[in-house]
């Protein structure tokens, strides 16, 4: 593996100790998404379209991006960047290739190479990507949501306000909010201050930007937080560096609130009752519980009405799920042996290719299960 | 029922008003006694309040027709924050589950907004049949008449849910209706004895003023100008969103000193209600907006409101600026005005209903459904997606088809005769709204060009006089900048403060 490849080895959030040497400085570019997508395309090297990477960031739950996610090790970008539309992504994705940065051609198919000098572009830049993409898709919607509705209300109430316009409408988290409200009555002074300890102390050792942003977006009384727009226009930074700056500090502060729980009582409640890990589909759970009554695939199919290939994509998705899952009731040892040897000799994930490689017995299912298992781990 | 002489008492009570505004006791008196009624009060007159509290005071429950969903959620949200909580708001962006939720314990509401287009169906409406509605408000009546500025053909179903609802009484409320207009909203509603409540919606303290530029360079120019001449609180309108946006950013960049932010419908929506509560807190100055922007909002010291663009019609216009001034000090509405600008209006016009190749090409796709006896896909987007349309446009039709029984349900019924008559029939009604709206906006514009002292010219078609000026009263009557001296707005910045100190303070960390 070369060495940029190498300098790209993980985006996840491990090492605890490292320092942030980011000052903030007005005139400073993030470029964020542009060194995202670059990431991606140098990942996936040409295996897949660009619009897999466009799916990747919306976090669209289908088995095909949950495992391109895996193998290409991009769970750290998982679903952090919803609301971009795909008008966005082909502009960037045009321009990346008009500049130079990416290179297609006819041989290439539909897929783009990352071009050396942007190889090198992207070794040069100083500052972390961090995201816990695949793990807090979903979490981190829900903490900013309950940490800006709590705010807002916490501190309408200590001033005795009790009329306010709310800046998030979503049921769920009024009703979370309503309940710590129940219980906090009356001590909003000493929560207020709580959260406010915890929260400095773990902004603060992140860089000074994101630390920044974040407490523009929040809300208090008679203060109400910046629009991203206008955030946009205060740090001199485009609207995508924005919404994924925001999307990094939330990860990063969820990761350092899960690494000492016991340091952050009260941030830790904003997110102690929710699931980290993606859920099943409702669908592919159905094929789950069939297949742990011992059901055959084409039994189930007959059994749900649906085709036999869904059932398959359900097990594809099981096995994702579910490490410990065993697949050589579909895919005898041998089999197995013969399409990780395939997969090494062409030294790339596309299926065509691993197909030709193999067997012609072997499906395309057998091929997808075994990739499946392999990039779990 | 309670007494009548103890309104005021239950406004107190139950909104922390010490007084009714001009209308709403005599209105609220009407219905408490039974009678159906009409009210016309102008922008910012209070309008709710009309139906807000007879629904705390009947017995039953009050449902609430209007048109806008985001109009309703604000409602909604205002209302639940000022302690009305046993409020809902039903729209088709309430996802059928909890919707299913909410209609189990619909009883338990005393106030219910439904969207025209959800009371279509079967179900909710077989729910409220069953209960008991004291009163049945139509919001924003004006909908209802081919003839007011934003017809919206599900409101012509209305009169027939009025009597499937076993008659109740009913209040239609609208600030923006010509005598015309009234007359059918009387007729649509099936009501002939409903009591009119008719107020002047001319403001005494607005001055208006026009001023006629070469074109967009000089209105910025002018905006600047004014702008930093008078630190007022103001809302610039626009007719497109990327004007907005982009006025906005030039704006901040030459009046460092004032805040300025754009809104419009294509914002997140915690973006919209920042900006909107910015701007309610003194947070901001300026907002930069399309139409979407001022409904429901009640800020009452706006002391300018300019139209970077023509508006369409004069209704419009009159109540975007009905939005300044609301507490009778002097406020100023400043048109600026290029020969360009003609183009933007009319182009909006044509886009607004579908053209006759549109029309073809739907008649077309109803026709390959009807022959091989395909169903209409359940979800609007998708059609109108696939045919390319808007979703006025989609609506407009549909309404139509189903007049015509060319669709029941989502099941297409093929005719060769009647179609083709059918067509021409369509294409006329669309020819004359358009028309219409031409001639709307000709008036707008001869408005524009207006010798004579505009603010009678403006009100002319909704009231017979007009009270003259409180303060300057027109750019043709010899208004002059130098003669309005508003008050100026202290601007609280807290610019070098670190990010650990806006923390502490927003955390009210002492």
Same mark, same amino acid.
């Given at each position: ?13 491990? +090492?605890?100790? *490292? ?239 899960? /690494?000492?729980? /016991? ?92 197909? /030709? ?21 | ?25 005599? @209105? ?68 059928? /589950? ?40 139509? +919001?924003?009546?004006?909908? @209802? ?172 216009? @009159? ?24 183009? @933007? ?75 083709? *008559? ?57 208004? *002059? ?30």
């Amino acid at each position: 593996m070369n060495r940029v490849l190498a300098s790209l080895e993980g985006y996840f959030l491990k +090492d605890y100790f *490292v320092t942030y040497k980011e000052p903030f400085r007005k005139d400073m570019k993030r470029l964020l998404l542009e060194r995202i997508l670059l990431s991606c395309f140098v990942r996936i090297n040409a295996e897949r379209t660009p619009s897999s990477i466009y799916y990747l960031l919306k976090g669209k739950r289908s088995v095909q991006t949950l495992q391109d996610a895996h193998i290409y090790k991009l769970e750290a970008f998982y679903g952090i960047y919803k609301t971009i539309t795909k008008q966005q992504f082909d502009n960037k994705v045009k321009e990346l290739i008009n500049i130079g940065m990416l290179e297609n051609n006819l041989e290439l198919e539909k897929g783009c190479m990352v071009s050396k000098s942007a190889k090198k572009w992207l070794h040069e830049q100083s500052q972390l990507l961090e995201y816990n993409g695949l793990k807090y898709y979903e979490k981190s919607d829900v903490f900013i949501e309950r940490f800006l509705l709590l705010i807002q209300t916490l501190t309408n109430t200590k001033m005795i306000n009790y009329a306010f316009i709310p800046v998030i409408d979503n049921p769920k988290v009024e009703s979370w909010v309503r309940n710590i409200y129940m219980n906090v009555k009356g001590r909003e002074t000493q929560v207020l201050k709580g959260i406010y300890n915890e929260i400095r102390e773990v902004l603060q050792k992140f860089p000074e930007l994101e630390a920044s942003i974040f407490v523009d977006r929040l809300t208090g009384y008679k203060n109400y937080g910046l629009s991203l727009p206008q955030l946009s226009e205060k740090y001199n930074l485009n609207e995508h560096d924005i919404q994924l700056s925001i999307v990094q500090i939330l990860h990063r502060v969820i990761w350092r609130i899960e /690494q000492e729980k /016991q340091k952050y009582p009260y941030l830790s409640s904003f997110i102690n009752d929710i699931e980290s890990e993606i859920q099943l589909t409702h669908s592919a759970n159905e094929t789950y519980q069939l297949i742990m009554k011992g059901f055959q695939v084409d039994a189930i199919a007959q059994m749900r009405n649906l085709k036999k290939n869904t059932i398959y994509d359900h097990i594809v998705e099981i096995a994702l799920h579910y490490g410990d899952f065993v697949i050589d009731e579909y895919v005898t040892n041998q089999e197995q042996q013969d399409i990780l040897y395939a997969i090494n000799q062409t030294n790339a994930y596309k299926l065509k290719d691993i197909k /030709q490689n193999v067997s012609d017995h072997i499906s395309y299912f057998q091929i997808r299960l075994v990739l499946a298992k392999q990039n779990r781990l | 029922m309670k007494q009548v002489t103890s309104l005021e008492g239950e406004l107190q009570k139950y909104f922390n008003y010490p007084s009714f505004r001009r209308g709403q006791k005599e @209105i609220i008196t009407d219905i408490i006694e039974g009678h159906d009624v009409l009210g016309v009060l102008p922008t910012g007159s209070g309008k709710s309040i009309c139906y807000q509290l007879p629904a705390l005071l009947l017995d039953g429950i009050t449902i609430v027709v209007s048109p806008l969903i985001s109009l309703m959620m604000d409602q909604v949200k205002q209302l639940k924050a000022s302690h009305f909580k046993k409020v809902v708001a039903l729209n088709s962006f309430i996802n059928p /589950q909890e919707r299913k939720q909410i209609y189990k314990q619909l009883h338990l509401y005393k106030l219910i907004y439904i969207s025209p287009e959800l009371l279509q169906q079967q179900e909710i409406l077989n729910i409220l049949t069953n209960m008991k509605v004291s009163l049945f408000v139509v +919001d924003e009546a004006h909908c @209802i008449s081919q003839w007011g500025p934003e017809f919206r053909p599900d409101y012509l179903k209305l009169g027939a849910i009025i009597e499937s609802l076993h008659h109740p009484r009913t209040l239609a409320l609208s600030a923006t209706a010509t005598p015309e207009v009234q007359e059918d909203i009387v007729s649509a509603l099936k009501k002939t004895s409903m009591k009119k409540h008719i107020y002047p919606m001319d403001k005494p303290n607005i001055a208006f003023c026009i001023e006629k530029v070469a074109g967009d360079d000089e209105k910025v120019d002018r905006l600047v100008n004014y702008l930093s001449d008078y630190q007022v609180p103001a809302l610039i309108y626009f007719s497109s969103r990327s004007m907005a946006e982009k006025c906005a950013k030039i704006l901040s960049k030459k009046l460092t000193d004032r805040r300025i932010a754009f809104y419009h419908g294509g914002m997140e929506q915690i973006d919209r209600v920042q900006i909107q509560q910015q701007f309610m807190n003194d947070q901001l100055d300026v907002i930069c907006c399309t139409s979407a922007f001022g409904m429901g909002i009640n800020k009452s010291n706006i002391r300018l409101v300019i139209h970077y663009h023509l508006p369409l019609q004069m209704e419009s216009f @009159i109540q975007e600026v009905g939005r300044a001034g609301r507490d009778g000090k002097a406020s100023v509405s400043l048109l600026l005005f290029s020969q360009q600008d003609i183009q @933007i209006p009319s182009n909006m016009i044509k886009n607004e209903l579908p053209s006759e190749t549109d029309l073809t090409i739907v008649f077309q796709y109803l026709y390959r459904l009807g022959i091989e006896k395909v169903a209409l896909p359940d979800n609007a987007v998708e059609t109108q997606n696939l045919l390319q349309l808007s979703e006025t446009q989609w609506r407009f039709l549909r309404y139509q088809f189903e007049k015509h029984g060319m669709i029941r349900k989502n099941k297409v019924i093929y005719h060769q005769e009647n179609w083709s *008559v059918i067509f021409q029939s369509i294409k006329h009604v669309i020819v004359q709204r358009n028309s219409f709206k031409e001639n709307k906006l000709t008036e707008m514009i001869n408005w524009v060009h207006e010798k004579e002292c505009l603010r009678k010219k403006l009100y002319k078609n909704f009231q017979s006089s007009t009270s003259g000026a409180s303060d300057q009263c027109c750019s043709n009557c010899g208004f *002059v900048w130098a003669k309005w001296t508003p008050e100026k707005i202290k601007a609280s910045e807290n610019l070098g403060l670190s990010w650990e100190e806006r923390l502490q303070q927003i955390l009210l960390v002492e």
